[in-house]
């Protein structure tokens, strides 16, 4: 929409800015998308445009800041003005009535005393600092009382608002402080994990890590590519404005909260007996297995907040709020088999062929064994009964074995002296843990990995050329390498099984679309040892091309924050 005679640059640009903020908050707080994708693409690029052309109407809250800044040489101390407390811990009713005795001995028989229950989200705390309804900084929790600024990787979150209100007529007090978890979604943190394994990478223990290990990379685009989120649980009104609402209850100062535009914990409730509380934590630990985050508990706090200033804090902790955390569930299952899986860079991994088992909600078959020094250690054999969870509520995990029930004459599974797909000779390198197959450019298995992650959507993201497609290209030798899949014609698409000319003409134009992908895109589909999407970025982000990255020594990769020497010599020995 061209700007009117009318209207000036400036109050079109702000009026475009508040368009977008109701959208972002529709889509990424509320759930519920306004418009599509694409009306939302052309009025961010028609403020990207005017933002361009008049660059001194540029604000830090604008929607188009949230991510570029220059990564940083390193992160400054926060002192919070606010201490941020760690909870106490209940495990079972008992300690939570406990706990709620303690309450009436401090408040007196005659208090009434009600909660408010949230269940608990197992992320980064997070604390952030508005003034005059602008975000100023957000830091993390750090000890308590110091933390790190953050704030550039905070701001990549879309559901953290830069401006508030983010729409109606909530006004914000001057000074505001807010706190929340910042989250790593499950989906997000497996396709994460899915191509750090790929690419021959550590992979995070659990979302929380994997979320704070985002939040603390040094260059923004890190985080703002790892799709995370932010639940907000309480603020504290450090200035207030002339129409700040009275707050006497945690749970008005959460509606106040939604109402300035802050995302929170759908998972809430508030209950004026013990009683209730009890029955509801009992509901959430089903409840909470279809939840998109990770929870491993509730946390209950005194609703009133006049109470909980008279109950006060110990060295550690607040009197009127506890953790209750859930027993973790663990089932026996047998072993029926242990398959052997070869990964794109020639990892040889063990995996657990299960007798199907019920675990958070889910059905679990199949269970990582991840090398063959763990399954050494946990002595795991074809038969066996075994111990088996969610690690963090999410990856099939073996703890241990029932030796007193082991089937006579098992045997240990022994590391493979050969590959198990192509029989090439396996090889483990000095100082690693991974057993790997030799011959990376001839395996099978290696090869097909490679060019699945090569056409993903976290690399090339060439779409309608899939596993199958892939598998018929390959046995009829029309590639060798992803270079030739820009050689092919529609007409190649035609030879092969059950592909017509619509599907041929799409897979076509898909790959010939490909060639403008991003260059971090097209480093991490190079598939580099210990190269995956995260470490892509900081490369393209430092040496801009390709032949660039090629000329590139040991050291000039070293110095780069967040690669090391392992990832600078497979970097090096890759592109020699």
Known sequence: MAVSMTQSVEQRIESLRRILRQHNHAYYVLDKPSISDGEYDKIYQELVALEAQHPKLITPDSPTQRVGDAPLDHF?????????????????????????????????????????????????????MYED???????????????????????????????IPVQGTA?????????????????????????????????????????????????????ASRNLDALFYTGIIIEPGPDTPAITTHQAMLDYLAALGFKLNPVRQHCTHLDDLEQTIAQWDTQRHSMPFNSDGVVVKVNDLRQQD???????????????????????????????????????????????????????????????????????????????????????????????????KTKAVEPPATCPVCDAPTMRKEGEVALRCSAPKTCPAQRANRFEHWVSRQAMDIDGVG?????????????????????????????????????????????????DR?????????????????????????????DALCRASDADLVAIDGVGPKVAESIVTFLA
């Not at 973790?328 to 657990?352: F, H, Q, W, Y």
């Not at 399954?375 to 241990?400: Q, S």
Request: charged residues 25%; contains cysteine; neutral net charge.
């Open 310 to 408: 008279r109950l006060g804090y110990t060295a550690k902790s607040p009197r009127w709020a506890v953790a209750y955390k859930y027993p973790p569930e663990v089932k026996p299952t047998k072993v029926l088999d242990i398959e052997l899986s070869v990964g794109r860079t020639g990892n040889i991994t063990p995996v657990a062929v299960l007798e199907p088992v019920i675990l958070a909600g889910t059905q679990v078959q199949r269970a990582s064994l991840h090398n063959f020094d763990e399954l050494g250690e946990k002595d795991v054999r074809i038969g066996d009964t075994v111990d088996v969870h969610k690690a963090a509520e999410i990856i099939p995990e073996v703890l241990c074995v029932h030796l007193k029930k082991r089937p006579q």
């Open 76 to 128: 400054e101390q926060v002192t919070h003005l606010n201490r941020l407390y760690s909870l106490d811990n209940a495990f079972n009713t008992n300690d939570l009535q406990a706990w709620r005795d303690r309450l009436v001995k401090q408040l007196g028989e005659e208090a009434a005393i009600e909660f408010m229950a949230e269940l608990k989200l197992d992320g980064l705390a997070i604390s952030l």
């Open 467 to 515: 596993p199958a497609l892939l598998e018929q290209l390959m046995e009829r030798e029309l590639i060798d390498t992803p270079a030739d899949l820009y050689t092919l014609s529609v007409n190649d698409f035609l030879t092969l099984d059950r592909i017509k000319e619509k599907s041929a003409q799409n897979a076509y134009t898909s790959i010939q679309a490909s060639t």
């Open 133 to 163: 309804g602008l975000l100023r900084y957000g830091a993390t929790r750090g000890n308590g009382q110091v933390g790190e600024d953050i704030t550039q990787n905070l701001r990549t979150i879309r559901s953290i608002p830069l401006k």
């Open 171 to 223: 006004a914000p007090p001057k000074k505001l402080e807010v706190r929340a978890e910042a989250l790593m979604p499950i989906a997000s943190f497996l396709r994460l994990n899915e191509d750090r394994r790929k690419a021959g990478e550590p992979e995070f223990m659990n979302p929380r890590n994997a979320c704070a290990g985002s939040l603390r990379q040094l260059d923004p685009q890190v985080p």
């Open 518 to 546: 991003p260059l971090a895109r097209l480093i991490n589909a190079l598939g580099m040892p210990h190269v995956g999407k995260e470490t892509a970025v900081l490369l393209a982000n430092t040496f801009y091309s390709m």
